[in-house]
Structures are given as structure tokens and as C-alpha cells.
């Protein structure tokens, strides 16, 4: 089905969001829906449940019809050629084209030294943010903390101050639904960077393609995707926190998944302000217990309809992450080039296989493409993505260029 108008979806309802994304296990629990429902009919609030899904029907009985959450949903489809036509002006053409369509890649990091360290992969998430602020483009930045009364689980959070930037760097290796925040700033008249994973930056740029007059769509100046492998469910932190540090949730003060020198350790800090750690290799075998089915099934590795993607790369010091970056659009380039120009990035180009240096890639574009043809042949359900080709047997060799 061709991305069309939201005419198209005119006499879908909450009920066919339910029967055809969530119960059928393809719901990426981004919160768009929810965002976009005037009627106020579903609610995200069951993020630290685990298998069960976290969006929920709030007051279905108010649905009348109007099939916004169903066109928005970029669960059970995504039109990616067409989104990226219609906001980077260029589609993907060949399946070599693992990482999407894109002006410019770089290497980059952020040129404070703090906010670098501080960063999951370099800090230019943060340092683009601030810039952005800084400059007067944005009244705030809808990312992700940690809730204050369950410092493991996180939880959207909109920054309005550089301060307030900084306090949501590093990778909460957990899911968000992020998306749902955005009505309440729209009914604020804010102007709003968004920070997602790429469900929800598609989810965003359905809210843009369907929705384009409404206060929702205008709402976002701009947003910055971050590649993703996966993410898990809440119990995976928990997993790791009661069974393989002994730590009681109620002792948690606070979390970090990449505490320390590269690539960093999973470190809980309890109310006495002990730290007790294990090592990122082991964190990771935890936490891939506890991946959301609807990531392994999911198409989109480097947030490829975003203005600005964000991931990671090991290219100048083996010590140290920095972020790979690719700007899509006009919107992004403008950010990007004058986060530079101003001194909050540091970044230097470089050929596509430094972008290509990590294993998310492989495991997104190889693994979970496999999976995707296997369902399908044994008529489980699976994402749609018109006119974007995900047949295994049309990617390119399994090589990508020099390892770490
Ligand atoms: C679940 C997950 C999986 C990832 N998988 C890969 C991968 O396979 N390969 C790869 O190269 N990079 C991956 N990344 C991206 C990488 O970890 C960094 O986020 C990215 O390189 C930006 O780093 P930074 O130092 O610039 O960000 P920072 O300056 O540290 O800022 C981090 C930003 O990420 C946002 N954020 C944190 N957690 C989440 C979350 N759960 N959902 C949405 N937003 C969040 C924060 O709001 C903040 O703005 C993943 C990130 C996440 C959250
Ligand atoms: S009122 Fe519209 S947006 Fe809300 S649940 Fe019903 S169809 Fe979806
Ligand atoms: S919009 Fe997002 S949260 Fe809502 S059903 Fe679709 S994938 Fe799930
Ligand atoms: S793999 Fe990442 S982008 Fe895909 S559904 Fe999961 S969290 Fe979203």
C-alpha cells in the first residue's frame, strides 16, 4: 500500500490499531498513536512490563473513526522509499545502499572534552542539540532520561536548558516510547528537536506526511535518529541488576550502561552510592535475552528517514567510541554544518566503510532480513516496507571493510 493521504485511513479505529499492530506483535511501542489521537483513546503504561505490550486502550469507547493512529503507525508499515522521497528528496535505489539514502558522512564528536566522554558514542547527539538550542532554532529537545522514582526504567524527557541536555547523554539500552510526549508540547505551541531510535523518527515523519497542517506536525523543527540493533524490554536491566549484581530494585539510585573507559560497563549505583559493575560483553548477553520480538523483525538500522542519523564508530583512537553521522536533508545539513562552523562538533569525512564498522549493521541488515524472509515463508506476521527491497538474497557480500 502506497503512503496516500490520510483519506486513505478514514474508518480505521482503535480497534484495528489493536488487530492488526499490537496483537498481531508488531507494535514497536514508539507512542505516535497516542500523540496523534484527539479523542485521547489509548496510553502508553505498560513500558516495564515484560512480555506485554505497553500501549493500552485508555477510552476506546471515544474513538470515532478517524484513523489517524492507524496512518501514523509505523508499526505494521513503513513506505520508506516514499518518506524518503518526500523529506530527503532522494530515495534508496539499490539494496547496497545499507544505510539509507544521505548528503554527507562523517566521523564526529563533540568538541567539549566533558560532553564527550559523557556521550554514548562521542557526545554530538548532545553537542548538536545544545547548538541548536543555543542558537535559538528550538525551544527544547524530547529525548530520554531516567524516572525519578525507578532510576532504571526510562522515560521521555523534554530539555530545555543545556544542563538539561547534558543530564540525558549516554544509551539507555531500554525502551521508550518517546512519541507520546510530543502532544503535550505541540498543545504548548514548543518548537522540538526529536531524539529517537528509528521507529520512532518514522512514526514522526508519518505524524509529517499525514498530519502535515496540524500543530503536531509543525511542532518539529528537526530530529536526529540514532541507529539501533535492538532494544529490550525493562526486565532486562532488572535481569541484570537482582540476578548478577544482587542488587534490590528498591536499593537503585541510579544507572549507567556504559560506565567508564570504552566501550564502558553496566554499573548500578545503590543509595549508599556503592557501585557494582559488570563488563559491556556481559551486559550484552543479558540484555539480548530480553529483546522486544518486534526488534528482530525491524528493517531500519541507521534512523534512515531522519535529518540527522547518529550511531557509532571506532576510527581514530581504538580506545575511545566516536560517532558515525550521516545528514540527510537541507534541515539537517543546516544543523550539522553549523554546529561546525560554531565549534560544538568536531567532525571529519570519511569513507562509507568507517560508517559500516559495527556489528548493529550486520545484525539489523543480515540477521534480522533472514528472519524477516522466514516469517514470511512461514506466514508469521511481519512489517511491510513498500517498494523498499528486504530479500536476503539481494544484499551484498558480507563484508563491509576493515574491522576493528
Ligand atoms: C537502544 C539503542 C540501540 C543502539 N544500537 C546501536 C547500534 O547497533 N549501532 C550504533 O552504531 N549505534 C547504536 N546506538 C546509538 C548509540 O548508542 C548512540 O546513541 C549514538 O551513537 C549517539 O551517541 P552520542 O554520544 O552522540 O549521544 P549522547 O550525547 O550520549 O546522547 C544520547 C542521546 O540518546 C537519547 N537516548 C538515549 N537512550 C535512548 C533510547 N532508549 N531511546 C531513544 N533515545 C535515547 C538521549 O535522549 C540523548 O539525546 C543505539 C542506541 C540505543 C539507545
Ligand atoms: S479517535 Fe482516531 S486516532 Fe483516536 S483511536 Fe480512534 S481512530 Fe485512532
Ligand atoms: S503507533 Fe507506535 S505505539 Fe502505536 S501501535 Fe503503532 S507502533 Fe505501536
Ligand atoms: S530495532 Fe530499534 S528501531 Fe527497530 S523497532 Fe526495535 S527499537 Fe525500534
Known amino acids: 500500500m502506497p503512503l496516500g493521504t490520510l483519506q486513505d485511513f478514514k474508518g480505521k479505529t482503535a480497534q484495528d490499531l489493536f488487530s492488526d499492530v499490537v496483537d498481531r506483535g508488531l507494535c ?16 502508553m503504561e505498560g513500558e516495564e512490563l515484560s512480555p506485554g505490550e505497553a500501549l493500552r486502550a485508555r477510552a476506546v469507547e471515544r474513538c470515532n473513526a478517524c484513523g489517524m493512529c492507524y496512518a501514523c503507525c509505523p508499526g505494521e508499515r513503513v513506505q520508506m522509499p516514499e518518506l524518503e522521497e518526500r523529506f530527503l528528496g532522494s530515495r534508496t535505489v539499490t539494496h547496497e545502499q545499507l ?15 566533558v560532553m564527550r566522554t559523557a556521550g554514548a558514542s562521542g557526545g554530538t547527539a548532545a553537542a548538536l542539540q545544545i547548538y541548536a538550542l543555543e542558537k535559538g532554532l528550538i525551544d527544547g529537545v524530547l529525548g530520554v532520561g531516567y524516572r525519578e522514582d525507578k532510576p532504571w526504567v ?4 523534554f530539555s530545555r536548558t543545556r544542563e538539561e541536555i547534558l543530564a540525558t547523554q549516554g544509551s539507555k ?4 516510547s518517546v512519541n507520546d510526549a510530543l502532544r503535550d508540547l505541540a498543545k504548548q505551541k514548543l518548537r522540538v528537536a526529536v531524539v529517537g531510535l528509528p521507529c520512532h523518527i ?3 515523519r508519518k505524524v509529517q506526511a499525514y498530519l502535515e497542517r496540524t500543530p503536531l506536525a509543525r511542532s518539529i523543527a528537526f530530529t536526529i535518529g540514532l541507529f539501533c540493533a535492538e532494544n529490550r524490554f525493562t526486565r532486562g536491566a532488572e535481569h541484570i541488576i537482582t540476578r548478577r549484581l544482587g542488587v ?16 564502558g560497563a553496566f554499573t548500578v549505583w545503590d543509595k549508599e552510592d556503592q557501585s557494582y559493575s559488570i563488563p559491556y560483553p556481559d551486559q550484552l548477553t543479558f540484555l ?19 535529518d540527522i542519523s547518529l550511531g557509532e564508530t571506532q576510527h581514530l583512537d581504538k580506545k575511545m567510541a566516536h560517532n558515525a553521522a550521516l545528514v540527510r536533508t537541507e534541515t539537517g545539513k543546516e544543523i550539522f554544518d553549523g554546529a561546525v562552523e560554531e565549534g560544538y562538533v568536531v567532525a571529519q569525512a570519511v569513507d562509507e566503510k568507517f560508517i559500516f564498522n559495527h556489528t548493529g549493521l550486520e ?7 533472514m528472519r524477516i524472509e522466514w516469517y514470511r515463508q512461514h506466514g508469521l506476521p511481519t512489517p511491510d516496507y513498500p517498494g523498499a527491497s528486504t530479500r536476503y538474497d539481494e544484499l551484498p557480500p558480507f563484508y563491509f571493510g576493515p574491522k576493528r
Open 288 to 306: 539480548w535475552m530480553h529483546t522486544r520480538p518486534r526488534c528482530r523483525i525491524c528493517y531500519d538500522y541507521a534512523a534512515e528517514v531522519a
Open 363 to 369: 545484525r539489523k541488515k543480515y540477521a534480522n532480513l
Open 173 to 176: 539500552y531500554t525502551h521508550c
Open 28 to 43: 514497536t511501542a514508539c507512542g505516535t498513536c497516542v500523540a496523534v489521537c484527539a479523542q485521547d483513546c489509548l496510553v
Open 154 to 157: 526510562p522515560v521521555a524527557v
Open 202 to 204: 518514522q512514526g514522526v
Open 99 to 113: 544505510l539509507g539514502t544521505y548528503k554527507d558522512r562523517y566521523v564526529a564528536m563533540a568538541a567539549d572534552g
Open 248 to 263: 534490590p530494585l528498591e536499593d537503585v539510585a541510579r544507572i549507567s550502561y556504559r560506565e567508564g573507559a570504552y566501550p
